[in-house]
């Protein structure tokens, strides 16, 4: 079985769905990439029926806190359950080297003294470089440098079970400089932050994100064949889903999802 389970798809500290993160699921192994801004990463984990003892592997895009903070959370309950022998085994970090300063720094500051231990014996790092290529939970993973202009940000794409390609593009838009990296992708996973209508208002572009248009534009020209569209604003949730994919058609002949917190996307 190879899925996503949408764990949040919100923008910045948004109120009513939580920030964008996710798992890929191969089998019975999960890849878990980025962790939202909090607490609430538990509880949607315990939703979709992910066992904290299942998640080894953490994929960190960049150090935004609403793509980090919930690292903390997560930590503190994996060395909870090492201390009741319910999770075994290391717990592996890719991300880029300014993130292990920063979660060491809090950790030092704040976690009790045996789980600090902890950290420093069971969790390991995995330094993030482009192109570098990674084996993660059964994959085959090519890193992406997706040239940021606010900080080191990196996405990723790999070859699923049924060789279909599936490419990760963090939360900025897609660079002409991994054009010929998402070129005919199965799966593109994107930002858009809200519609082209609202870009005056939200002024996405100004933040280094994208309207629906925009990304629904690129998918078109690369071939791209599915398209997920989240990391979005939460002012008009309730109808995000019709909004979002009736315009992302104007633009991409593809299969649009816009998907809810919790909800799952067959790979």
């Not at 300063?101 to 003294?113: C, G, L, N, R």
């Not at 991994?178 to 992708?185: E, G, H, T």
Request: proline share 1%; with cysteine.
């Amino acid at each position: 079985m190879e899925k996503i389970n949408v764990l949040g798809t919100g923008a910045g500290i948004t109120v009513e769905c939580y920030s964008t993160c996710f798992t890929i699921q191969n089998d019975d192994k999960y890849l878990l990439v980025d962790t939202g801004s909090g607490n609430q990463l538990l509880n949607n984990l315990e939703i979709s029926k992910i066992g904290i003892d299942k998640i080894h592997d953490l994929f960190i895009s960049h150090k935004h806190i609403d793509h980090l903070l919930g690292i903390f959370t997560l930590l503190r309950k994996i060395f909870q359950n090492m201390s009741r022998n319910q999770y075994e085994g290391e717990f592996n970090i890719y991300c880029d080297k300014e993130i292990k300063k920063i979660v060491d720094t809090f950790i030092a500051s704040t976690f009790h003294e045996n789980h600090e231990q902890q950290y420093k014996e069971y969790v390991k790092y995995i330094f993030l470089e482009n192109n570098q290529k990674l084996n993660i939970i059964g994959y085959n993973v090519e890193v992406l440098d997706l040239y940021s202009t606010e900080c080191k940000q990196y996405g990723f794409k790999t070859c699923l079970n049924n060789e279909k390609e599936l490419v990760f593009l963090g939360d900025v838009p897609c660079s002409r400089n991994i054009y010929d990296k998402v070129r005919n992708a199965t799966w593109m996973l994107h930002e858009a932050m809200c519609l082209e209508e609202e870009e005056q208002i939200i002024k996405a572009r100004e933040k280094n994100h994208s309207t629906v248009k925009d990304v629904a534009e690129v998918a078109e020209n690369l071939n791209v064949k599915n398209l997920v569209l989240w990391h979005t604003w939460d002012n008009n949730i309730k109808q995000r889903k019709e909004l979002y994919t009736n315009e992302a058609k104007k633009y991409f002949n593809g299969n649009v999802y816009v998907p809810n917190d919790l909800e799952e996307i067959e790979l």
